[in-house]
């Protein structure tokens, strides 16, 4: 049984900065994305750090995320600075061992004004 736990997430003003972690318990994942979900929205793709494809991030957070992976430790990692309000979502991280993928379990990040 593969698990990823996610971690890093909390409350922070905005302007501030977290940085998420999400470890795999085991396996390694071509497929390594951050998704959101903010309240009374669809969940949205944050950022793609996929095997063998340049990394891409949705427009509303490109240049104050970072996503990065360590394969040897099947872990990545959303550094998210320059917070706004507007990133309050509970962040998912999701990696796929096609035709497998597997979701953590949430950490919610909160920006206040």
């Known amino acids: 049984q593969v698990q990823l736990v996610e971690s890093g997430g909390g409350l922070v003003q905005a302007g501030g900065s977290l940085r998420l972690s999400c470890i795999a318990s085991?396996?390694?994942?071509?497929?390594m994305r951050w998704y959101r979900q903010a309240p009374g929205k669809e969940r949205e793709l944050v950022a793609d750090?996929?095997?063998?494809?340049?990394?891409n991030y949705a427009d509303s957070v490109k240049g104050r995320f970072t996503a990065s992976k360590d394969n040897a430790k099947n872990t990545m990692y959303l550094q998210m600075n320059s917070l706004k309000p507007e990133d309050t979502a509970i962040y998912y991280c999701?990696?796929?061992?096609?035709?497998?993928?597997?979701w953590g379990q949430g950490t919610q990040v909160t920006v206040s004004s």
């Open positions: 999701n990696m796929c061992r096609l035709p497998n993928c597997y």
């Open positions: 750090i996929s095997f063998g494809r340049n990394t």
């Open positions: 085991r396996l390694s994942f071509s497929i």
